[in-house]
């Protein structure tokens, strides 16, 4: 019997003035988006859950602090939310709305 569940993974990473490699993985399962990072520890899941039928990431590292970026697409419409220096999530500016 086939399904109709929807996986979609983004990625992003960033390297911080140490060299270290700081990884961020953003899956929906067509309906919510979560987050698993890696900043070297292992693989544990993040604070990131937003709904999105689609997602895509990008992050950088400058002035000594992360920047990652999260853009979730529901019903058409898509969503900017953002962390910086590791802080708490907020909406940004972006949206195609």
């Known amino acids: ?3 109709n569940f929807i996986s979609e993974t983004a990625v ?3 390297l911080d003035a140490g060299g270290n490699i ?10 919510a988006v979560t987050e698993r990072i ?6 544990q899941t993040g604070g990131f859950a937003q709904p999105g039928e689609k997602v895509s990431a990008t992050a950088w ?4 602090q992360s920047c990652i970026r999260v853009y979730c697409v529901q019903k058409g419409v898509t969503t900017e939310w953002c962390s910086d ?10 949206s195609d709305s």
């Open 85 to 94: 220096a590791g802080g708490a999530w907020y909406k940004g500016a972006y």
């Open 61 to 64: 590292y400058v002035g000594g």
């Open 38 to 43: 890696n900043d070297g520890n292992g693989w």
């Open 12 to 14: 992003a990473s960033y």
């Open 1 to 3: 019997m086939a399904s």
């Open 22 to 31: 700081h990884l961020r993985v953003y899956l929906t399962n067509g309906n």
